[in-house]
């Protein structure tokens, strides 16, 4: 039997394949937003300074 619920750890981000671009963005916009992942599409994403040394306590 079928289940009408997604999982979205299993749904697989649909591939463009040159055919219906506008129906393609919808659905990337839409997982990246279900997965609040929108903000670095729009913004980027800027690697942190490594600047924290971690040394053993002694």
Excluded: H
Excluded at 4 to 12: A, G, I, M, R
Excluded at 29 to 54: A, R
Aim: hydrophobic fraction near 40%; charge should be positive.
């Amino acid at each position: 039997m079928a289940s009408n619920t997604v999982n979205f750890l299993s749904v697989p981000l649909a591939f463009f394949t040159g055919e219906n671009f506008d129906l393609w963005k919808l659905k990337l916009k839409t997982y990246f937003i279900s997965q609040k992942l929108w903000d670095i599409v729009q913004s980027g994403y800027t690697k942190p300074d490594n600047t924290i040394t971690l040394s053993k306590k002694e």
